[in-house]
């Protein structure tokens, strides 16, 4: 299965800009400003106009792929991808956004270099929208994908022995189109999946990600006690560990610290599961794909196999820079309240390792 989080380019068009609540959607949420504040979830009013205004975001959305759904596939993908360029992206800030993450971790990448990515992220940004509302033409080209790399023996030889397998990529490229050709190579991956916030357009999203593949387990306790059952069968599991994730850990990534989950490293070593790197690649078309699969990361102390991830994901977007999600806020909290509570919760204690809650 598949621990992924809602198309992120959707999630920053739906949210409100209120009140972002952490990755284990806990009582403990951050606010805009800053502050820390606990609230009972159970308890939170819901007004009308909140209602009015995810109704009308939803019907914005669904008509926008409506309309575009009417085109050719081979046109309606570079039209999505066009429109978030030169539309959403600069009304929404995202442009400012590449810029700004590029100017902090890279800079003195040329300022030609950075305008082309300021145009050429939200475009894969917007092509990866438009291909999870196009299931089927999408996963009949995704199926079709090159699939090659050294760590192809180890997933094969830990099917063929029963042994559960983890995949571990980012938000680069397609991690559906992975997703979907690692399907059709017989690793059988459902979805696990954080619905959005907005919640008329989440029965949308959440049709369209059924769609790639079954079954699909929404996050939450039920579905963590349904993902540990998949991983004792022997199941596949694939994780995108490239968010800024609360209850993480500050690791390097472009010489910059963010934080970073160590629940992909733990999950693999508490089930004897090799710990795979797959990246879904775009190719020069903007319509298929190369997936490569690479060598296991070697099993041993969780955050040094996540440095090692870091690492990897890292070598991997500096070769294809227009195809990383860089309108994310990666490096928010890489510093900080939250990044000294994560170098506390990795310092050696008398009571045991320390425990990630990145989720739930």
């Known amino acids: 299965m598949i621990v992924a989080a809602p198309n992120m380019l959707l999630s920053a068009i739906c949210a409100s800009g209120r009140v972002t609540c952490d990755h284990g959607a ?64 600069p009304l929404a800030g995202y442009t400012k956004r590449v810029r700004e993450n590029l100017e902090f971790v890279l800079p003195d990448l040329p300022k030609a270099e950075i305008r082309r990515l300021m145009r050429a992220v939200p475009d894969n940004a917007g092509r990866n929208m438009m291909e999870m509302f196009s299931a089927a033409d999408f996963s009949a080209r995704a199926r079709r994908s090159l699939v090659t790399g050294p760590g192809l023996p180890a997933i094969e030889k830990a099917r063929a022995e029963g042994r559960p397998v983890i995949f571990v990529t980012g938000h680069l490229g397609s991690f559906n189109a992975a997703r979907v050709a690692m399907v059709e190579q017989g690793f059988e991956m459902g979805v696990f999946y954080r619905p959005m916030k907005n919640r008329y357009f989440n029965v949308h999203y959440t049709n369209a990600m059924g769609a790639l593949s079954q079954p699909m387990f929404e996050q ?15 199941g596949v599991l694939a994780i995108l560990n490239d968010l800024n994730a609360h ?107 320390p425990q990630d809650t990145s989720l739930p």
């Open 26 to 89: 806990r009582a403990l949420c951050l606010r805009d400003h800053g502050n820390l504040a606990v609230t009972s979830m159970s308890k939170q009013k819901d007004p009308a106009d909140a209602h009015l205004g995810e109704y009308l975001v939803n019907l914005f959305l669904r008509g926008l792929i409506g309309l575009a759904s009417l085109m050719p596939y081979r046109w309606r993908i570079p039209a999505l991808g066009w429109m978030t360029a030169s539309i959403v992206a």
């Open 220 to 234: 939450g306790r039920r579905g963590m006690i349904q993902m540990t059952k998949h991983l004792r069968g022997g």
């Open 247 to 353: 209850g993480g850990v500050p690791l390097d990534f472009f010489g910059k610290p963010a934080l970073t989950s160590l629940v992909t490293a733990d999950l693999a070593l508490k089930f004897d599961a090799p710990l795979v790197p797959v990246w879904g690649i775009r190719r020069d078309n903007g319509l298929d794909f190369d997936i490569h699969v690479e060598e296991p990361i070697p099993p041993g102390d969780p955050v040094e196999m996540t440095r090692e991830f870091n690492a990897r994901l890292e070598v991997q977007v500096r070769q294809h820079m227009d195809q990383w999600f860089w309108i994310h806020r990666r490096w928010k909290d890489g510093t900080g309240a939250m990044a000294d509570l994560g170098i506390a919760r990795i310092a050696p204690q008398a009571s045991g390792p």
